[in-house]
């Protein structure tokens, strides 16, 4: 059989311009994603660097006035900042989680009530700071869920932050549910800028925004509503957003499967509950070769009352822990020299380490880390930014049976 009949020439130039046309789409999605890239990096840049100023200047406050006030109002807003840079941090990892599916979800038996309450309490300052009037409208009836409560309710604040970001001050923002065919939806409406028809199908996208211009008045990276709409989805879930048009509000609405009724005493409890720390004074050692981390975790101990001792690499830490005899080591894990899984598998070797209790302090907080500093020999992992109601709950437990006699 001919191979290049006529008909053979007539396909395969066809096909040289099929590849030629292919390759030049492929470079010009590669050339677009590149801009994209370089956008988003000079956007990040913009919003890590936005905090930074208010911060440096609160600083300057709390140094120089002598108003007890003013220095109150300035750590207040210090605060505030560096909340704001922190949730930016914790975006950006989570939406790197979700798109590389390493995302870690802990299911159980949650009432849809405490997920709203909890996105209500996280979002509610940015409300409130905007003076917008909220409305809540759940149904009756307790609606139960197989849901991880944290993310879920991230999902939520999420939605209720940009509705209070993208309404003109004083506006009116509702999040109500109702229930048909085992699915709840849980509306969140607002009567705020509202989203151009155009927009609509990308905003879920990763780094979409509306307005991308760099003055424009609201920080953010375009990454909140692809880490909702992929935590939703992780939950077998649908989200869309509705609008009627620019300056006639946005809604958005999530579906997710109800599960059957459960007995009260199934239910998780919430996680998220803020308890007043109850002091038990603890000798610890603070292990991290970040100084300054280091220092201000040794300093908030000390304040609470605690007796604490720093090292500044694994090796240090396992020489300052033999020195010192420690109850707790908060032990950083990445670490010149030695890092804290190897410093925490050295303790452990001797008599004397055996009863401490060692807990890994580290950025990373996968099921896979945790199971590495347990392997290792930890007691507990405290993801960082440490928070101190987690921390005061580990210092309040007992020490290990025997630490005492076995170590003096
Ligand atoms: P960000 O708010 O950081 O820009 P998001 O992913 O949360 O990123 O939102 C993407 C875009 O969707 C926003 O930039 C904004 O243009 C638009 N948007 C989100 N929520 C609303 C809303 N409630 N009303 C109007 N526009 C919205």
Redesign the pocket.
Same mark, same amino acid.
């Given at each position: 059989m001919p191979i290049f009949g006529p008909d053979g020439e007539v396909e395969a130039v066809a096909g040289t311009t099929r590849d030629v046309t292919d390759r030049k789409a492929a470079e010009d999605f590669l050339r677009e994603s590149d801009r994209r890239k370089d956008e988003f990096l000079a956007l990040l840049a913009h919003e890590l660097r936005n905090p930074l100023a208010p911060l440096r200047n609160g600083l300057q406050v709390v140094r120089m006035s002598q108003d007890q006030s003013v220095r109150e109002r300035s750590q207040e807003m210090m605060e505030r900042q560096l909340g704001h840079m922190v949730r930016l941090v914790d975006d950006l990892l989570d939406i790197s989680r979700v798109s590389r599916n390493k995302m870690d979800l802990r299911m159980s038996r949650i009432v849809l009530s405490e997920v709203i309450r909890s996105a209500v309490e996280t979002a509610r300052p940015a409300i409130d700071a905007a003076g917008h009037h909220l409305d809540v409208a759940l149904p009756r009836e307790a609606v139960y869920l197989n849901a991880d409560l944290i993310r879920l309710a991230q999902v939520f604040s999420?939605?209720l932050t940009? @509705?209070a970001?993208?309404?003109e001050r004083g506006g009116r923002i509702q999040i109500a549910a109702k229930t048909q065919d085992g699915m709840v939806s849980i509306l %969140?409406q607002?009567n /705020?800028?509202?989203?151009p028809a155009n =927009?609509l199908k990308t905003?879920?996208d990763m780094f @979409?925004? %509306?307005?991308r211009s760099i003055e424009r008045a609201?920080? /953010?990276? /375009?990454?909140? #509503?692809? #880490? %909702?709409k992929g935590l939703v989805e992780m939950h077998g879930g649908t989200v869309e957003?509705h @609008?009627p048009g620019p300056g006639r /509000? =946005?809604t958005?609405t999530v579906r997710l499967p109800i599960m059957e009724r459960m007995p009260e005493s199934t239910l998780a409890r919430p996680t998220a509950t803020e308890e007043r720390p109850q002091v038990v004074i603890r000798r610890i050692l603070v292990v991290d070769d970040n100084r300054d981390g280091a220092e201000s975790l040794a300093e908030m101990l000390r304040l609470l009352g605690h007796d604490v001792e720093i090292a500044h690499d694994g090796i240090e830490g396992v020489r300052k822990a033999e020195e010192y005899r420690p109850e707790i080591v908060l032990m950083d894990v990445g670490m010149p020299r030695l890092n804290g899984l190897d410093a925490t598998r050295r303790i452990r070797e001797q008599l004397w380490g055996r009863f401490l209790t060692i807990i890994a302090l580290t950025g990373w907080g996968q099921d896979a880390d945790r199971a590495l500093s347990k392997a290792a020999g930890c007691d507990g992992h405290l993801v960082k930014p440490v928070n101190l109601t987690e921390l005061a709950k580990i210092l309040k437990e007992p020490v290990k049976q025997g630490f005492h006699n076995a170590n003096k």
């Open positions: 999420n939605l940009n @509705s970001k993208y309404t %969140v607002d /705020g800028i509202g989203i =927009s905003i879920f @979409s925004q %509306v307005d609201t920080g /953010g990276l /375009g990454i909140g #509503l692809a #880490l %909702v957003a @609008s /509000g =946005s958005f």
